[in-house]
């Protein structure tokens, strides 16, 4: 028990240190530190779209290499979805049916 605070003490007390630092931080340092990151964006973007390219490419070839995983796929794809969204199963379900929901 003893050990436990004391890393979590360790552990405030460095939460501490690097928001002393972060404030210490010269107005150089922070431009610096903005122009660095305005640099990078750009760059993350650009690889996210050719990153969302290649795993579509990937997707595809894999559904025609593997055809009989395509259902499973479905399956998870439909159940990530259901996860994430605020509907319940029952209203899904209607809504995957053409049945009229009140709550849509």
């Excluded at 107005?27 to 579509?56: G, N, V």
């Excluded at 894999?62 to 439909?78: A, G, N, S, V, Y």
């Amino acid at each position: 028990m003893e050990e436990a605070l004391k890393k979590a003490s360790d552990i405030l007390r460095f939460t501490d240190m690097e928001t002393q630092n972060a404030s210490e931080l010269s107005q150089k340092e922070k431009d610096s530190l903005d122009k660095q990151l305005a640099r990078l964006e750009p760059k993350i973007i650009e690889t996210k779209h050719k990153y969302d390219e290649l795993m579509s490419k990937y997707n595809e070839l894999f559904e025609k290499r593997h055809p009989e995983k395509r259902e499973e796929r479905l399956k998870e794809d439909l159940y990530k979805a259901y996860q994430n969204s605020n509907r319940s199963l029952k209203q899904i379900l209607s809504f995957m049916a053409g049945e009229e929901y009140d709550e849509w």
